[in-house]
């Protein structure tokens, strides 16, 4: 694998928390308006990736194989909104460490699970042992990182 590659999903993990603590702080400007931070964060996304699109070329043929599509091909909006609001909804009320600790955790998990069986349509990757020892490591991280108060006072 391409230590670039590498890199770049590392820069999109650190994106994404620094996207749940901007939002949850424009929500609480906004009134604690959870629904139009959420709203205002993938409406300047979209207009960005519409500028990005139309440079690009090709989107009108791209948007005309759109209905052809099984239906489920077309939750990944849906999901990225609802994933995006419950990071704005919950950073100010769970903080951003328990909050990413377990956004990690559902990804790891399901995405593990993904791989493994070829769920939605991706290639089969086998999930080793190997594998499923490092996701403890990390689900365990996960764990410390959500108790380490309580361990500690105890």
Known sequence: MSTLLFMIAFCAGAAISCQAAINGQLAGAIGHNTIAAALFSFLSGSV????????????LPSLAALPAQP???????????????CTVMLAPRIGLGALLALVI???????????????LGVAVRQVSWLKM???AVMLGGVLLTLFSDRLTAA
């Open 48 to 59: 960005l990736l519409a500028v990005i699109a139309i440079g690009r070329g090709g989107l």
């Open 71 to 85: 239906w489920w091909r077309l939750t990944g909006g849906l999901l990225g909104a609802g994933a995006i609001f």
């Open 105 to 119: 955790a559902g990804q790891l998990l399901s995405s593990l699970a993904i791989d493994h069986f070829g769920l």
């Open 133 to 135: 020892t490092g996701a």
